[in-house]
């Protein structure tokens, strides 16, 4: 069975639904190294989340 990244990283709950195909491209065409990388860098934003690392909206005119 072969590497399925889109499924490792949306049971991490990144939200790859919410790409477009060229970009579900790029993330479907990591090895399991580079998702391991972005899944511990997700759990260690979201352990802070509510403490120190928050979003902000950008408005592009």
Do not use: C, W, Y
């Not at 490792?8 to 990144?14: E, I, M, S, V, Y």
């Not at 970009?23 to 260690?44: D, G, T, Y």
Request: hydrophobic share 45%.
């Amino acid at each position: 069975m072969s590497f399925d990244a889109l499924s490792a990283l949306r049971d991490t709950g990144h939200p790859i639904d919410f790409l477009t195909d060229r970009q579900r491209a790029v993330f479907a065409s990591l090895s399991e190294h580079e998702v391991a990388v972005l899944n511990s860098l997700k759990r260690r934003l979201d352990a802070v989340s509510d403490e120190d690392v928050e979003g902000h909206e950008v408005k592009v005119f």
